[in-house]
């Protein structure tokens, strides 16, 4: 199963990633988590995507494609992946559908989990509130400045590519403001 989340910011991609994860035994693929982890690191990725990911902006095209190409190669994606946060922009969702047929890989399907965005910023205010509270690090993106242009780019850049995967014919509407079983019995569903 090869299936990619689409969706705003806190629209609970990793959520119903990770328990798909557990249902269908194969990898979360966080593009915000690697990017993380390399700005963690302060390799050479991560130190060019550190100061454009805390602006709440995206980070090149390039250095995401290369990343998700190298991952996906990977043994434990044999038996397939999960795609949460990439494809971003049109050019990605072009490079993606090119690896992929490089590779010899068929997706399955796109999920696009919708939440209103006042909805949003209550979910981003919540996690920040529970990190705090169990003494973690507040995510240097989730505040409302930077919440608010990554906002804007998903506006921008992403949601045009609910178009790119109808068009295809794999997209997948699902209604994100549920409780969270909900949503996950709706996409198991839409997936049967
Ligand atoms: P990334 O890490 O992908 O962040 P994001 O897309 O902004 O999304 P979030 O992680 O905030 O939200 P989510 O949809 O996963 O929701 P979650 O499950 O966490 O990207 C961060 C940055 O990295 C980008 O801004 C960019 O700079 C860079 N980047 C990453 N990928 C890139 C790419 N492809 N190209 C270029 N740059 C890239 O849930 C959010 C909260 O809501 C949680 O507290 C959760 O518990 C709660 N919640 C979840 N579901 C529900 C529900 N149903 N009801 C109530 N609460 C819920």
Redesign the pocket.
Known sequence: MRLI?L???????????KLLTERYGIPQL????M??SAVAQQSEVGKR?KA??DA??????D??NEIVSDRIDAPDCAKGFIL??????VP?AIALDRMLEEKGLKLDAVIE?KVDEA?LVR??E??VA?TVAAGGTV?S??NPEAFRR?LE??REKTAPLSQHYARTGQLKTVD?????D??TAEIERVLA
């Open positions: 989340f969706g705003p910011p806190g629209a609970g991609k990793g959520t119903q990633a966080s593009t915000g988590d990017l993380r995507a454009v990911m709440g902006q995206l980070v090149s095209d250095i995401v949460d946060g990439y494809p971003r922009t990605q989990l909805a979910r981003m919540n996690r529970e995510r993106d989730d990554r780019e998903y994100g403001m549920a409780d969270v909900t949503v």
